[in-house]
Protein backbone atom coordinates (compact mmCIF):
# COMPACT_ATOMS: atom_id res chain seq x y z
CA UNK A 1 0.00 0.00 0.00
CA UNK A 2 1.24 3.36 -0.94
CA UNK A 3 1.97 5.79 1.77
CA UNK A 4 -0.14 8.40 0.17
CA UNK A 5 -2.93 7.43 -2.11
CA UNK A 6 -4.92 9.84 -4.16
CA UNK A 7 -7.57 9.93 -6.95
CA UNK A 8 -5.27 10.17 -10.20
CA UNK A 9 -8.70 11.57 -12.13
CA UNK A 10 -8.66 13.53 -14.18
CA UNK A 11 -11.33 15.45 -13.02
CA UNK A 12 -13.49 17.51 -15.91
CA UNK A 13 -15.82 19.84 -14.58
CA UNK A 14 -17.44 22.89 -16.11
CA UNK A 15 -16.24 26.35 -14.68
CA UNK A 16 -18.52 27.30 -11.26
CA UNK A 17 -18.61 23.36 -10.53
CA UNK A 18 -17.77 22.14 -6.70
CA UNK A 19 -15.19 19.26 -6.55
CA UNK A 20 -13.88 17.11 -3.67
CA UNK A 21 -10.55 15.58 -3.66
CA UNK A 22 -9.71 12.47 -1.79
CA UNK A 23 -6.67 11.76 -0.08
CA UNK A 24 -5.53 8.40 2.32
CA UNK A 25 -2.38 8.18 4.31
CA UNK A 26 -1.39 5.15 5.77
CA UNK A 27 1.35 6.30 8.85
CA UNK A 28 -1.35 7.17 11.61
CA UNK A 29 1.85 9.08 13.28
CA UNK A 30 1.94 11.55 10.44
CA UNK A 31 1.91 15.07 12.26
CA UNK A 32 1.49 17.60 9.17
CA UNK A 33 -0.44 18.24 6.25
CA UNK A 34 -0.63 19.86 3.00
CA UNK A 35 -2.27 20.03 -0.27
CA UNK A 36 -0.07 21.41 -3.05
CA UNK A 37 -0.90 22.53 -6.59
CA UNK A 38 1.67 21.84 -9.92
CA UNK A 39 0.55 23.32 -13.38
CA UNK A 40 1.84 21.49 -16.72
CA UNK A 41 5.49 20.98 -16.77
CA UNK A 42 5.41 23.53 -13.47
CA UNK A 43 7.28 23.17 -10.01
CA UNK A 44 4.82 22.31 -6.77
CA UNK A 45 3.41 24.94 -4.65
CA UNK A 46 1.64 25.32 -1.53
CA UNK A 47 -2.10 25.95 -1.99
CA UNK A 48 -2.98 25.78 1.80
CA UNK A 49 -1.92 23.55 4.91
CA UNK A 50 -4.92 20.90 6.20
CA UNK A 51 -5.93 21.58 9.93
CA UNK A 52 -7.95 19.23 12.30
CA UNK A 53 -10.05 21.76 12.79
CA UNK A 54 -10.42 22.22 8.91
CA UNK A 55 -9.40 25.44 6.69
CA UNK A 56 -10.40 27.62 4.89
CA UNK A 57 -8.79 29.87 1.74
CA UNK A 58 -11.59 31.83 -0.31
CA UNK A 59 -13.00 28.96 -2.56
CA UNK A 60 -10.65 26.30 -0.77
CA UNK A 61 -11.36 24.12 2.38
CA UNK A 62 -9.57 21.53 3.60
CA UNK A 63 -10.31 19.15 5.80
CA UNK A 64 -8.57 16.30 7.82
CA UNK A 65 -9.99 13.64 9.60
CA UNK A 66 -7.21 11.41 11.55
CA UNK A 67 -8.97 8.53 12.87
CA UNK A 68 -10.00 7.62 9.10
CA UNK A 69 -6.37 8.85 7.79
CA UNK A 70 -8.27 10.60 5.57
CA UNK A 71 -7.39 14.57 3.65
CA UNK A 72 -9.97 16.27 1.55
CA UNK A 73 -9.97 19.35 -0.87
CA UNK A 74 -13.27 21.26 -1.84
CA UNK A 75 -12.92 23.58 -4.58
CA UNK A 76 -16.11 25.69 -5.04
CA UNK A 77 -17.31 27.97 -8.16
CA UNK A 78 -14.28 26.48 -10.40
CA UNK A 79 -12.51 28.81 -11.99
CA UNK A 80 -10.88 28.02 -15.58
CA UNK A 81 -7.12 28.78 -13.81
CA UNK A 82 -7.59 26.08 -10.86
CA UNK A 83 -6.70 23.52 -14.06
CA UNK A 84 -3.74 22.08 -12.34
CA UNK A 85 -2.74 18.84 -10.46
CA UNK A 86 -3.10 18.87 -6.98
CA UNK A 87 -0.43 16.75 -4.59
CA UNK A 88 -1.57 16.00 -1.15
CA UNK A 89 1.31 15.93 1.35
CA UNK A 90 1.64 14.04 4.53
CA UNK A 91 4.94 14.75 6.92
CA UNK A 92 5.34 11.54 9.16
CA UNK A 93 6.04 11.91 12.37
CA UNK A 94 9.61 12.82 13.41
CA UNK A 95 11.10 12.81 10.14
CA UNK A 96 12.33 15.61 7.25
CA UNK A 97 10.90 15.18 5.02
CA UNK A 98 7.67 14.91 2.82
CA UNK A 99 5.88 12.71 1.40
CA UNK A 100 3.72 13.39 -1.61
CA UNK A 101 0.87 11.59 -3.30
CA UNK A 102 0.92 10.97 -7.18
CA UNK A 103 -1.69 14.00 -7.67
CA UNK A 104 -5.11 14.65 -8.96
CA UNK A 105 -5.86 15.88 -12.28
CA UNK A 106 -8.18 18.81 -12.46
CA UNK A 107 -9.23 20.50 -16.06
CA UNK A 108 -12.10 23.33 -15.54
CA UNK A 109 -13.83 23.51 -18.93
CA UNK A 110 -15.68 26.86 -19.95
CA UNK B 1 14.41 38.49 -2.89
CA UNK B 2 15.21 35.39 -5.50
CA UNK B 3 13.33 32.22 -5.37
CA UNK B 4 15.11 28.45 -6.04
CA UNK B 5 17.28 28.47 -9.23
CA UNK B 6 18.29 24.71 -10.41
CA UNK B 7 20.36 24.61 -13.70
CA UNK B 8 20.36 22.44 -16.04
CA UNK B 9 17.00 22.95 -17.02
CA UNK B 10 16.76 20.06 -19.59
CA UNK B 11 19.89 17.94 -20.02
CA UNK B 12 20.25 14.36 -21.73
CA UNK B 13 22.91 11.18 -21.29
CA UNK B 14 23.20 7.81 -21.85
CA UNK B 15 23.11 5.15 -19.88
CA UNK B 16 26.07 5.02 -17.41
CA UNK B 17 27.17 8.01 -17.62
CA UNK B 18 26.66 10.39 -14.43
CA UNK B 19 25.21 13.84 -14.55
CA UNK B 20 25.27 17.10 -11.60
CA UNK B 21 22.56 19.25 -11.32
CA UNK B 22 22.66 22.51 -9.32
CA UNK B 23 20.17 24.33 -6.89
CA UNK B 24 20.68 27.72 -5.53
CA UNK B 25 18.68 28.03 -2.17
CA UNK B 26 16.02 30.85 -1.84
CA UNK B 27 17.77 33.38 0.21
CA UNK B 28 17.76 33.41 4.26
CA UNK B 29 16.58 29.16 3.61
CA UNK B 30 19.20 26.96 4.78
CA UNK B 31 17.96 23.85 4.65
CA UNK B 32 17.81 22.21 0.57
CA UNK B 33 15.80 18.77 -0.10
CA UNK B 34 16.28 17.22 -3.24
CA UNK B 35 13.08 15.29 -5.51
CA UNK B 36 13.06 13.00 -8.16
CA UNK B 37 9.44 13.07 -10.31
CA UNK B 38 8.98 10.71 -12.42
CA UNK B 39 5.88 11.23 -15.52
CA UNK B 40 2.50 10.80 -14.04
CA UNK B 41 3.99 10.58 -10.22
CA UNK B 42 4.31 12.79 -7.16
CA UNK B 43 7.52 13.68 -6.19
CA UNK B 44 9.71 11.46 -4.19
CA UNK B 45 11.90 12.45 -1.48
CA UNK B 46 15.89 12.22 -2.41
CA UNK B 47 17.43 13.51 0.65
CA UNK B 48 18.18 16.54 2.44
CA UNK B 49 20.88 18.73 3.40
CA UNK B 50 21.34 21.12 6.47
CA UNK B 51 24.18 23.10 7.41
CA UNK B 52 26.00 20.92 5.25
CA UNK B 53 25.24 17.81 6.50
CA UNK B 54 22.97 14.67 5.06
CA UNK B 55 19.36 15.13 6.86
CA UNK B 56 17.30 12.63 5.70
CA UNK B 57 17.61 9.95 2.98
CA UNK B 58 14.26 8.53 0.92
CA UNK B 59 14.88 4.85 -0.55
CA UNK B 60 17.03 5.73 -3.33
CA UNK B 61 20.69 4.12 -3.69
CA UNK B 62 24.32 5.30 -3.01
CA UNK B 63 24.50 5.99 -6.80
CA UNK B 64 22.41 9.44 -5.30
CA UNK B 65 24.63 11.46 -3.38
CA UNK B 66 24.72 15.25 -2.54
CA UNK B 67 26.78 18.34 -1.57
CA UNK B 68 25.63 21.55 0.36
CA UNK B 69 27.99 24.38 0.08
CA UNK B 70 28.73 27.14 2.80
CA UNK B 71 26.19 29.52 1.02
CA UNK B 72 23.74 26.84 1.27
CA UNK B 73 23.54 25.93 -2.45
CA UNK B 74 23.54 22.28 -3.25
CA UNK B 75 24.39 19.66 -6.02
CA UNK B 76 22.79 16.67 -7.09
CA UNK B 77 25.18 13.70 -8.03
CA UNK B 78 24.04 10.48 -9.77
CA UNK B 79 26.52 8.02 -11.05
CA UNK B 80 26.13 4.67 -13.65
CA UNK B 81 22.99 6.34 -15.04
CA UNK B 82 19.78 4.01 -15.57
CA UNK B 83 16.92 4.71 -18.45
CA UNK B 84 14.42 4.94 -15.26
CA UNK B 85 16.56 7.76 -13.94
CA UNK B 86 14.59 9.60 -16.02
CA UNK B 87 12.73 12.57 -14.23
CA UNK B 88 12.66 15.62 -13.28
CA UNK B 89 14.44 16.74 -10.32
CA UNK B 90 13.17 19.30 -8.47
CA UNK B 91 15.26 21.13 -5.68
CA UNK B 92 13.30 22.91 -2.42
CA UNK B 93 14.63 24.89 0.24
CA UNK B 94 13.52 25.97 3.45
CA UNK B 95 14.30 29.07 6.19
CA UNK B 96 14.81 26.87 9.12
CA UNK B 97 14.53 22.93 10.11
CA UNK B 98 12.06 21.15 9.27
CA UNK B 99 10.14 24.36 7.95
CA UNK B 100 8.16 22.33 5.90
CA UNK B 101 5.22 24.66 5.39
CA UNK B 102 7.56 27.11 3.64
CA UNK B 103 9.45 24.68 1.35
CA UNK B 104 10.02 26.69 -2.05
CA UNK B 105 10.53 24.44 -5.11
CA UNK B 106 12.49 25.54 -8.17
CA UNK B 107 11.38 24.85 -11.59
CA UNK B 108 13.67 21.16 -11.71
CA UNK B 109 15.58 19.65 -14.30
CA UNK B 110 14.22 17.59 -16.66
CA UNK B 111 16.80 14.66 -17.12
CA UNK B 112 16.40 12.05 -19.95
CA UNK B 113 18.62 8.85 -20.00
CA UNK B 114 18.84 7.05 -23.40
Known amino acids: RKEVEQDPGPFNVPEGATVAFNCTYSNSASQSFFWYRQDCRKEPKLLMS???SGNEDGRFTAQLNRASQYISLLIRDSKLSDSATYLCVVIPYNNNDMRFGAGTRLTVKP | ETGVTQSPTHLIKTRGQQVTLRCSSQ?????VSWYQQALGQGPQFIFQYYREEENGRGNFPPRFSGLQFPNYSSELNVNALELDDSALYLCASSPRFPGANVLTFGAGSRLTVL
Open chain 1, 50 to 52: VYS
Open chain 2, 27 to 31: SGHNT
